[in-house]
Structures are given as C-alpha cells and as structure tokens.
T-cell receptor, first 121, second 110 residues
Framework: GAVVSQHPSWVICKSGTSVKIECRSLDFQATTMFWYRQFPKQSLMLMATSNEGSKATYEQGVEKDKFLINHASLTLSTLTVTSAHPEDSSFYIC?????????????????FGEGSRLTVL | DQQVKQNSPSLSVQEGRISILNCDYTNSMFDYFLWYKKYPAEGPTFLISISSIKDKNEDGRFTVFLNKSAKHLSLHIVPSQPGDSAVYFCAASARLDMRFGAGTRLTVKP
C-alpha cells in the first residue's frame, strides 16, 4: 500500500529554537496533506490542510505564524514549529491523500506518517 | 465543537468475543467514514471505511455499520484477538475536511 514517511520520528530541542518536520509520500503524489497534533489521551487535532502549490488552510485556534506549513511539491510537506516552547511538546502526525478518486474503493483515503514526537526543553 | 464523538473512552472484552465500538457525528455533510487503529507513539493505521451510500462494509473480522438517520456508526470486531488491543479512532470526512473522535481504548483479554 501507499507509504507516507515522516522525519524525524523524535526530536528534542531547546526553548526558542525552530524545528522542521518533514512528511513525504513515497510512492504516490499527494495533492493534499494534513497535519495533526495529538495530546496525551486525546484525539487527533487537525492543525492545517495543505494543497500542493498553495497556502495552507489553518484550523481555528492554530497560529499560522507559529506552525509554518509548506507543501512545495506533490511528495513533500513540511511543518516548522517556530520559536518552540515547552507547551509545543506533542506528537505531530501528517497524512497524505492522492489525487485519485479512490473514495469508493473501500481502501482508505488517507495514509498516515509514523508521527514525530517533539519535546521542547 | 466536537463533530465526531466516541463516548466510550475504553472497552474491555474477552478473546473470541465480539468488540463493538461506537461513534456518533453531528455534521450531516459528512459522507465518508473511516476507522483507524493506533498504537502508542505510532501513526494511525487505516482499518476500514464506508461511504454514506452504504450501510455496511465488511472486511474479514471487521465490519462497519452506518446508520445515517441516527448519525451513528459502529465497528464490530469478531472474533476479538489480543492483538486487537489498541486505541480506535473513528473519522468522518466531507470533501477536504476530516474530523476524528476522541478514541476508544480496546483491551482484549486472553
């Protein structure tokens, strides 16, 4: 099946630094990518939706200047946490969807990365 | 505003019995529904999906039922196995939007 690779899988950084997380679709072209954040014992929270070549659409309450999303190609989207603080520590997950109309096949529309654990000291 | 709700945070069943996980949604625009399984510190893994034009979809031990009038869907796992122990998220999609429930932690006891 389709593979989405997320890197790094875990990162520790100092407060005030910026961290970049990459999300790559390895064997398909992802026209749309999603970024989620998961808090402990809570659901996946959609942060933003990005379409290749255009600006990301951020969910209400998500700071676009804090969480920079770039979807420069059909196989790569990046999330940059700028000036990270301890409260930004979380598990970040990306997902990707191809351009085909596979919604009716029952095979699943989104493919998820492995997630990235960010710890800000 | 929780558009997708999983009211049971946890469920425990005996191996070999049926596991039933429930999910409710409020947005009538949702037209595609999915179930994901998630282990700690990993991304969710797709399990099964259903379009709003259907009321049942079966794949091996997993069956998803959709009741549009009640805005309710459920995931049945039978027979349940210890390896099924994980957190299960239901998700609802409308075009580019996708919302997740809070998850239900399933524990299957040997």
């Amino acid at each position: 099946g389709a593979v989405v690779s997320q890197h790094p899988s875990w990162v520790i950084c100092k407060s005030g630094t910026s961290v970049k997380i990459e999300c790559r679709s390895l064997d398909f072209q992802a026209t749309t990518m999603f970024w989620y954040r998961q808090f402990p014992k809570q659901s996946l929270m959609l942060m933003a939706t990005s379409n290749e070549g255009s600006k990301a659409t951020y969910e209400q309450g998500v700071e676009k200047d804090k969480f920079l999303i770039n979807h420069a190609s059909l196989t790569l989207s990046t999330l940059t946490v700028t000036s990270a603080h301890p409260e930004d520590s979380s598990f970040y997950i990306c997902s990707a969807r191809g351009g085909g109309g596979e919604r009716e096949t029952g095979t699943g529309e989104l493919f998820f990365g492995e997630g990235s654990r960010l710890t800000v000291l | 505003d929780q558009q997708v709700k999983q009211n049971s945070p946890s469920l425990s069943v005996q191996e070999g019995r049926i596991s039933i996980l429930n999910c409710d949604y409020t947005n009538s625009m949702f037209d595609y529904f999915l179930w994901y399984k998630k282990y700690p510190a990993e991304g969710p893994t797709f399990l099964i999906s259903i379009s709003s034009i259907k009321d049942k979809n079966e794949d091996g031990r997993f069956t998803v039922f959709l009741n549009k009038s009640a805005k309710h869907l459920s995931l049945h796992i039978v027979p349940s196995q210890p390896g099924d122990s994980a957190v299960y998220f239901c998700a609802a999609s409308a075009r580019l939007d996708m919302r997740f429930g809070a998850g239900t932690r399933l524990t299957v006891k040997p």
